[in-house]
């Protein structure tokens, strides 16, 4: 069985880049995330350089925005760093042109977003004219399942209390979505417990992941969670209890997945396990109630076709609540 994407630190970490003296901050993160996961000094350099871009570029054309920082762990050993610039600004009328080397809205050289395009192991972006711009850039060795994923802590906690797996076997796939009741170390605990019981069986129907994970969270403070099984045929099996929303979206739009009312390890009323299809082409999206069920991904023309993490970051953008962690996994 492979795991991937297994992270064994906490949330991302966000930052705030308002002013030019969080540019070297961030830069300094992004070096420190990359030696302690194994990058060899050639791409830790590159991450480091690509941070430092999509800082000032931040800086200059959005008016200042959130940098996010992740590991993204692989198999064999392999490592990524995933950033995420995020604003409100102006926006790009013509994002493949911003991408030219030479081109500039600012007066500036013009280099910021075609070198971090040629030093980015992955790389997309999506613009709205007079909205602003989210910008992906994965530095490392190795490549990443077609999968994004934001995961933050409410502001001021040091832990969060969501978390996340995600699981592949040859042709299956199994995901989990859980958040501790509340927030802070105690949400964090029973999300963690949440996850170590999925790791035990994770290809089980989701209803008996379920039922494990509330056997595993009695005498914690409880959790909402949410498991999927995708097979070799397509199909989605789906079990939910609590406010961990899901949604198979297309360009037709979502069709929402069937969670019931509860807490795990509070009591539970037995899950009900759904089969849904899940065409070719779609997504999968799972997120705690740290963002609104309000989107809508067909209103905005092109993000349907844009990497995962582009789709997960303007999620959390647009539809982020600020009275609690946040977490959405996005996968096609």
């Not at 350099?45 to 871009?53: D, H, Y």
């Not at 054309?61 to 950033?83: K, R, T, W």
């Not at 089969?275 to 209103?299: E, F, I, Q």
Request: glycine letters at 12%.
């Amino acid at each position: 069985m492979e795991m991937i994407l297994e992270r064994p630190t906490a949330a991302q970490s966000r930052h705030t880049v308002a002013d030019p003296s969080m540019v070297g901050e961030v830069r300094r993160e992004a070096l420190r995330l990359a030696q302690l996961h194994g990058l060899a000094e050639e791409p830790a350099a590159r991450a480091a350089i690509v941070v430092t871009e999509l800082a000032n570029n931040l800086l200059q054309h959005g008016g200042g925005g959130e940098l996010l920082l992740q590991a993204i762990l692989l198999q064999d050993s392999q490592a990524l760093i995933e950033v995420l610039a995020i604003d409100r600004g102006r926006g790009m009328e013509n994002p493949a042109r911003c991408l030219t080397d030479g081109y500039s809205t600012a007066g500036t050289l013009g280099t910021g977003l075609g070198a971090v395009g040629r030093m980015a192991t992955e790389f997309d972006l999506y613009s709205t004219v007079g909205e602003g711009t989210v910008v992906m850039a994965r530095v490392g060795t190795g490549t990443a399942p077609h999968l994004g994923v934001i995961n933050l802590a409410l502001a001021g906690e040091l832990e969060c209390g969501d978390s996340w797996r995600l699981v592949r076997e040859q042709d299956a796939t199994a995901l989990l979505v859980v958040d501790g009741l509340g927030h802070g170390v105690f949400a964090a605990q029973a999300s963690r417990a949440a996850v170590s019981a999925f790791d035990l069986a994770p290809f089980d129907p989701p209803q008996e992941v379920l039922e494990r994970i509330n056997r595993a969270l009695k005498g914690t403070r409880g959790a909402a969670a949410a498991c999927a099984r995708i097979g070799a045929d397509g199909q989605l099996l789906y079990a939910g209890l609590g406010n961990i929303h899901g949604a198979v979206v297309s360009a037709e739009g979502a069709r929402g997945l069937a969670s019931h009312n509860g807490t795990l390890g509070l009591g539970l009323t037995r899950p009900r396990q759904f089969n849904y299809p899940r065409p070719p082409g779609t997504l999968l999206v799972m997120h705690s109630d740290g963002l609104s069920m309000r989107w809508n991904l067909s209103a905005r023309p092109g993000l349907l076709q844009r990497h995962p993490a582009v789709i997960a970051a303007m999620l959390y953008r647009d539809h982020s609540r600020s009275h609690d962690d946040a977490t959405v996994v996005v996968l096609r």
